[in-house]
């Protein structure tokens, strides 16, 4: 799916924290969102995803302004948001619809990827932080989503389990061809992942400056 941002802005209290962003983003391109601390990135990705919509501007998704939450769209958290009376197969399960059965194996299938099998039963608060945010990362790419937005999805995990999900990220994204935002403050990541970085100037934030990078996989 695409999006388009045409200036999107958005104030707190008289505060503005993000200016006039304009952004398209094309049906299947990993785009980067860096910028300094505080200059608005998860308050834009928030705006996309339409858990805010007290934002001025348009956004377009797939042609059409909305501001609803799509059941198309997975969001990713810096901080897994885990529900903690659920255990780890039901977190996961949550947002899937289908027989039981069905949303069960496709779930411990998911949950294999990340690195956990053998941990469904488990509740959250039995989960380090890693354990943690695999979940999540597992709860948002279960559904297949159209088009994903990543807080900082991978800044509190080791570096090994860091690699191992981006490549779990890349293998969703060249089966369902997902329309991808990341915010991030790793350029090797970013380099890594995306076909292009918008760089937001700090305080309010606008576009800067836009990358592009030419990436190798098929
Ligand atoms: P980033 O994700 O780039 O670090 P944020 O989008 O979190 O930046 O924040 C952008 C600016 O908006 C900051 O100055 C932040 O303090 C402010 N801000 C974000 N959310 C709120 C809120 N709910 N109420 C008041 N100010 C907010
Ligand atoms: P981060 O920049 O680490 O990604 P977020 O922007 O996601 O953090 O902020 C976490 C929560 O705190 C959000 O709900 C956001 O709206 C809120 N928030 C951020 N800055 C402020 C602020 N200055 N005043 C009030 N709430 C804020």
């Known amino acids: 799916m695409s999006l388009a941002l045409h200036d999107v802005s958005r104030t707190f209290n008289g505060t503005t924290a993000v200016q006039n962003v304009n952004l398209e983003v094309q049906p299947g391109e990993i785009v980067g969102l860096l910028g300094t601390s505080g200059c608005g990135k998860s308050t834009l990705l928030r705006a996309i995803s339409g858990l805010d919509t007290d934002y001025e501007g348009d956004i377009e998704i797939n042609g059409t302004v909305t501001k609803e939450i799509h059941d198309t ?46 941990k469904e039963k488990l509740y959250p608060r039995e989960l380090s932080g890693g354990m943690a945010q695999r979940v999540a990362i597992a709860r948002a790419l279960v559904t297949s989503p159209q088009v994903l937005l990543l807080d900082e999805p991978f800044s509190a995990l080791d570096a090994f389990t860091k690699m191992q999900l981006q490549d779990l990220l890349l293998d969703v994204w060249e089966k369902y061809q997902s329309t991808i935002m990341l915010v991030t403050h790793d350029i090797d990541e970013a380099t890594y992942l995306c076909d292009r970085v918008v760089i937001l100037r700090g305080q309010p934030g606008e576009v800067e400056r836009e990358i592009s990078i030419k990436q190798t996989r098929p």
Not at 73 to 92: C, M
Not at 111 to 116: C, K
């Open 73 to 118: 769209t997975g969001f990713i958290f810096q901080e897994p948001r885990l529900l903690p009376w659920l255990n780890v197969l039901d977190n996961v399960t949550f947002g899937l619809t289908g027989k039981p059965y069905e949303k069960e194996a496709r779930a411990l299938e998911y949950l294999t990827s990340v690195g956990l099998d053998g």
